[in-house]
């Protein structure tokens, strides 16, 4: 019998405050419900979702068990030999962004956090000839490789850690099913402290009666052919590969960052903010902002009680492809304002 995911929020999310990057604080709306999911799509028997977000002192804390409140694909699959299971997530970002002066690669770190506790993943951990020093990092979203994504463009890391790749198309789905929702869709934050929105966006960015579109990113495939080995892998640019795209400014509605400036319901007078697309880069490869380091350890925050405590075992971004097993449990992470561990 399938058994649908029900979500149990932590009490203290009601009523908490969401301070915005310009000064504006808000009750915050309760992004975590579910909807029923479709009765074809497979759901697995887990524990309820958790999720909290509190503001203190200028930052954004943000504690979740990682079980989406939607339904899911089959884990684990053949190309994805891994179980969903709770992870004790305590992630934090400034309630007010710095843009940084230099460029900040999300490499293989989690992006960024939706408001239903799922982390954001841009890269993966596969790699032309499994060597990371190759340069040539493979997609998982174009096509070329089967890494065992569900509907949500999401997989499962050794460590049980579920994690989207690109749009939550099923919670997406039910948050625009709700009454007024004909909107841009605010998903979650990003390590940064900008919010993440869905692709739908206004014409005229500073325009709220503006016709909504979906917004595209402004990366396009390189023409020509990657180098022969052993430099490279060879053949066209088609794809296949991160490095296969190239930023070029102004032919889509996004910059570099996969984001804008622009008015949004959460925030009336604008904000920058980033767009998960359909299309390349899905997820946004650096940061405008200076990132967070709980966000390089993949469990966020050090030992704490509830859900501030880590995950048991690594949870790595290393590892999460067809054919790895679970590693062993490794040390936690250190305290909150120490040197994370980046993957």
Do not use: C
């Amino acid at each position: 019998m399938i058994k649908y995911l029900a979500l149990a929020v932590i009490t203290s999310v009601a009523g908490i405050a969401l301070a915005h990057p310009d000064g504006h604080d808000q009750a915050s709306q309760d992004h975590t419900r579910p909807s029923r999911p479709p009765a074809s799509t497979p759901a697995q028997a887990m524990p309820a979702p958790q999720f909290r977000m509190e503001i203190k002192d200028g930052v954004r804390h943000m504690y979740a068990n990682g079980i989406p409140n939607h339904a899911t694909g089959q884990f684990p699959n053949r190309r994805n030999p891994n179980s969903i299971a709770p992870q004790q997530y305590h992630f934090m970002m400034p309630v007010t962004p710095t843009v940084s002066e230099t460029t900040q690669p999300v490499g293989m770190s989690f992006f960024g956090i939706a408001n239903n506790g799922i982390p954001f993943e841009a890269a993966t951990a596969e790699w032309w000839k499994g060597d990371r020093n190759s340069g040539w990092h493979i997609e998982a979203n174009t096509g070329f490789a089967d890494l065992g994504l569900d509907m949500n463009h999401a997989h499962v890391q050794p460590s049980g850690a579920y994690h989207y790749h690109g749009l939550p198309t099923v919670w997406l789905e039910a948050l625009r099913s709700k009454p007024g929702a004909k909107a841009p869709q605010h998903l979650g934050w990003a390590a940064d402290g900008y919010p993440i929105y869905a692709p739908l966006g206004y014409t005229d960015p500073m325009d709220p009666q503006s016709e909504l579109k979906s917004l595209q990113p402004s990366y396009q495939l390189k023409p020509g052919a990657r180098p022969e080995p052993p430099t490279g892998p060879g053949g066209r640019f088609d794809g296949r590969y991160e490095q296969d795209f190239v930023y070029v400014a102004g032919s889509g509605d996004l910059d570099e960052f996969n984001g804008r400036f622009g008015i949004t319901p959460e925030f009336p007078q604008g904000t920058y903010y980033y767009v998960v697309t359909d299309a390349f880069p899905n997820i946004a490869r650096s940061w405008k902002g200076i990132p967070d380091q709980t966000f390089k350890t993949k469990r966020g925050a050090g030992r704490g009680r509830g859900l501030n405590r880590p995950a048991r075992g690594p949870n790595r971004g290393a590892g999460e492809g067809p054919n790895r097993s679970p590693q062993r449990p490794g040390r936690p992470p250190r305290r909150p304002g120490g040197r994370g561990g980046s993957q």
